[in-house]
């Protein structure tokens, strides 16, 4: 348990300052058509960081449905939670 504990630790320290970029499709208006699910932030974690986390462990605060730039809250562990940055833009 302590090992996994400080597997999550390390995770943790390597999101600390990192942005994802997320592409969607935008209206004139910068709207987003649809918006960004905690599906797709787990994938640009595993395809941008490496970092494979389940989609469940990821909250958004608020809904995504604007270019612009969010965060989003991982909750690694009991113990460990931490948040990452995420830009939306436009395809």
Do not use: C, P, W
Request: negative net charge; aromatic residues 4%.
């Amino acid at each position: 348990e302590s090992k996994r504990l400080d597997e999550y630790k390390d995770m943790a320290a390597k999101l600390d300052g990192v942005t994802l970029k997320i592409g969607a499709q935008a209206g004139t208006s910068g709207k987003i058509f649809g918006s960004v699910t905690n599906v797709q932030i787990a994938n640009a974690l595993k395809e941008q960081a490496g970092i494979e986390i389940e989609r469940k462990k990821i909250v958004l605060e608020e809904e995504v449905k604007s270019i612009g730039t969010y965060s989003a809250k991982l909750n690694l562990h009991k113990d460990v939670q931490t948040s990452v940055a995420f830009e939306i833009i436009e395809e």
